[in-house]
């Protein structure tokens, strides 16, 4: 079975200062991970996502990830936060060998971003 | 190109009343996925179509909820009779690569209900 666990409900960080939010995965097969992000009263956004190949991923946003299979995490950061980044963020992932795309998401984490 | 639509943004209703949410996906997406997101929690499953079958409804609370997708198109979400619990946000979401692996999901903005 596969699981996401996102490490802190709740970040707070200040205006340009570094963003790291965490995710750690569990897969038996070769995972494809993806960052979403959700601003109030809104859907999900498509940040990045990871398949294949390179293992640093670059969305948008000024965000990027790195795929670390040896610890099974996939971090997303931002070298310098801005107020519009205050926002609820989800890790998800979905199986490499599945034809059902299902995704199993994180339980969030809200982003805080002080002037 | 346009996104995935819902409707509508905002429901209330009593519990034991019935509720129908609907959802179009983006065009030439054969795959459809509702999903209920609790506040705090991250969205759940629900059910999945492709086209206009269901590959998926195993967290699908069938004794009260059913879905369709008839023409393999626009899709409706129904509850009847609804509980306090299933006050949430209904995400709708699509993709388009059936015969590939990797399916990037789109979302659209959401029905948030509330149960009272």
């Known amino acids: 079975a596969q699981s996401v666990t996102q490490l802190g409900s709740h970040v707070s960080v200040s205006e340009g200062a570094l963003v790291l939010l965490r995710c750690n995965y569990s897969s038996s097969v070769p995972p494809y991970l993806f960052w979403y992000v959700q601003y109030p009263n809104q859907g999900l956004q498509l940040l990045l996502k990871?398949?294949?190949?390179?293992?640093l991923v670059k969305g948008i946003n000024g965000f990027e990830a790195e795929f670390k299979k040896s610890e099974t995490s996939f971090h997303l950061t931002k070298p310098s936060a801005h107020m519009s980044d205050a926002a609820e963020y989800f890790c998800a992932v979905q199986s490499g060998s599945s034809n059902t795309g299902k995704l199993i998401f994180g339980q969030g984490t809200t982003l805080q971003v002080k002037p | 190109e346009a996104g995935v639509a819902q409707s509508p943004r905002y429901k209330i209703i009593e519990k034991r009343q019935s509720v129908a949410f609907w959802c179009n996906p983006i065009?030439?997406?054969?795959?459809l996925y509702w999903y209920q997101q609790i506040l705090g929690q991250g969205p759940k499953l629900l059910i999945q179509?492709?086209?206009?079958?269901?590959?998926?409804d195993s967290q699908l609370p069938k004794d009260r909820f059913s879905a369709e997708r008839l023409k393999g198109v626009d899709s409706t979400l129904k509850i009847q009779p609804a509980k306090l619990e299933d006050s949430a946000v209904y995400l709708c979401a699509s993709s388009f690569l059936p015969g590939q692996q990797e399916k990037t999901q789109y979302f659209g903005p959401g029905t948030r209900l509330l149960v009272l």
């Open positions: 065009s030439g997406h054969a795959t």
């Open positions: 179509f492709q086209n206009n079958g269901v590959v998926d």
């Open positions: 990871y398949t294949t190949g390179a293992t």
